[in-house]
């Protein structure tokens, strides 16, 4: 992760990192549906890099500026924002770990938690931020993120719950068919708020 420079931009990297932080699912548009406001007849327009190509003139009545987005109709994709930080042996001494965005998609998303180690692969980005939210002035300073396309989980967060040993249902039904007290228990669990009438349980 350390290595990663200006070189590296646009294209395929694969990193090893921790999972510090999961952000929130976000829905990214993925097909665009407009709809003309005068005559109601739709377009459907694929996004290309996070751009989306807006229609200008209606095909079907060709007045301008009439098509309007319905996001109602239009199809998005799950996204997701991790932040990923250097693993603690990979960080020479005496430094602060490193940090990065990662985009995940899909299927990715709500795969990981933080505390995973992971081996990500992907494309690595950059962005223009800019100086105003509401000028189109580009900073010279870029940000720069991973479009993740795969990644494996190498190690894992341990919680209680994965070192149960797994039963499965016929395990759990086959002992305790072989149990002989079995027609006792099937007895005892029939109405246990009713205390003995065992010949009546027993029907
Ligand atoms: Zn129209």
């Known amino acids: 992760m350390r290595q990663l420079g200006p070189d590296h931009i646009d294209s395929l990297v694969s990193i090893k990192g921790m999972v510090i932080r999961c952000g929130a699912l976000v829905p990214q548009l993925q097909v665009a549906y407009f709809a003309c406001t005068l005559c109601n007849d739709s377009q459907v327009v694929p996004i290309y890099a996070s751009y989306i190509n807006e229609p200008v003139i209606c095909t079907h009545c060709k ?15 799950d996204k997701q924002v991790v932040r990923i930080q250097e693993t603690p042996d990979s960080i020479p001494d005496g430094e602060t770990p490193h940090t ?28 223009a931020t800019r100086c105003n939210p509401r000028k189109r002035t580009l900073s010279s300073v870029f940000r720069t993120y991973i479009d993740a396309i795969h990644f494996t989980i190498l190690q894992g967060v341990d919680t209680k719950l994965s070192k149960i040993p797994e039963l499965s249902r016929r395990d759990v ?31």
């Open 63 to 77: 007045q301008k500026y009439t098509m309007q987005l319905i996001h109602n109709r239009s199809t998005f994709s």
């Open 100 to 127: 990065i965005t990662v985009y995940t998609y899909d299927d990715m998303v709500d795969t990981i938690r933080p505390g995973d180690r992971l081996q990500i692969t992907g494309i690595y980005r950059a962005t």
């Open 173 to 203: 039904f086959e002992t305790f068919a072989k149990n002989p007290a079995t027609y006792e228990t099937l007895v005892a669990s029939f109405a246990p708020s009713v205390f003995g009438m065992e010949d009546v349980k027993r029907g």
